[in-house]
């Protein structure tokens, strides 16, 4: 049985996890990714989604499209990504993409299985039992399985490389930070104009003044994760200026903004906002990017009193 994997939005990082385990519950099942983002697959995503949902999940049912059409999988696999850390959730978009996708491909055989770390990383056994039982009806085996998974990285990431000068913040969601074809490209470009690109990867920070600095936590498991990464990199890091790539029709995106926005004024730090769609040019996004950088090297070199934030 040849069995999908999205590369795109919400299941970015988590295709090597997923496809370890599968090659260990089924002999019989083969793992097929769609790979990278493609104009193409946009194209897909934008003819078969609705309009209300934001550009990465367009772009992700572009995946699907992909993998059905093309690589004639029998089956794809698309958890439900209820909650992703402990006493948050995720947004109402990534809870009910299997949903999306059932509706518009109801011919194709969708497995999903729930994923809910709200209460603990420890039921992330949960979900491999019920994914396994898809596979297996050998409770005794499936049980050793997920034993041997309970060490192993949910999400994995490129991690950046950290230098003692000229880093630039970039803050989004993972599946736009590692996504070219959304991103157009940014990391590269900002490491062209001679600035290193650093981002948050999806790890837990324990700071307890992070909670402080605002009324209460974030509600969305991505929110909390980008937020606190920020928090962390401008305490402890040497900052040149932040760039937020914010998505066309993210909710998410509208609030953490702007609570990023006014924090990097309060901080004195540079600061540019760019806002990603279905447009396919990178012209505009490396025109902005370049004349940001040379903001940044301006302000140094002129006391400071060039402004940052128009």
Known sequence: ???????????????????????????????????????????????????????????????????????????????????????????????????????????????SPELNLRNGMSYVNDFLVELGKHFTNDKRRLKKIVEGFTNSELLEYFPPIVKDKKNILVLGHSYVIFDNNLNKGILQIIKDS?????YPLYHHISDKDITLELPKPFFWSTA????????????NLKLDGVVYLMTFGCGIDSILEEVIRRSCKILNLPYLCITLDEHSANVGIQTRIEAFIDMIGWRRENEDYISTHG
């Open 1 to 111: 049985m040849k069995i999908g994997i999205p590369n795109s939005f919400c299941y970015m990082g988590m295709e090597k996890f997923l496809a370890n385990f599968l090659s260990k519950i089924s002999d019989e099942s083969e793992v097929i990714f769609s790979g990278p983002t493609t104009n193409e697959m946009v194209e897909f995503g934008v003819q078969n989604s609705i309009e209300e949902i934001c550009m990465p999940a367009k772009a992700f049912i572009g995946h699907v499209e992909y993998l059905a059409k093309y690589q004639k999988v029998d089956a794809i696999l698309l958890p439900r990504l209820t909650s992703l850390r402990y006493r948050t959730y995720s947004c109402p978009k990534i809870i009910g993409i299997p949903d999306l996708v059932k509706t518009h491909y109801a011919n194709m055989r969708i497995i």
């Open 194 to 198: 001679g600035y290193n690109p650093i």
């Open 224 to 235: 909390q994760n980008i937020y606190e990464y920020f928090y962390w990199a401008q305490k």
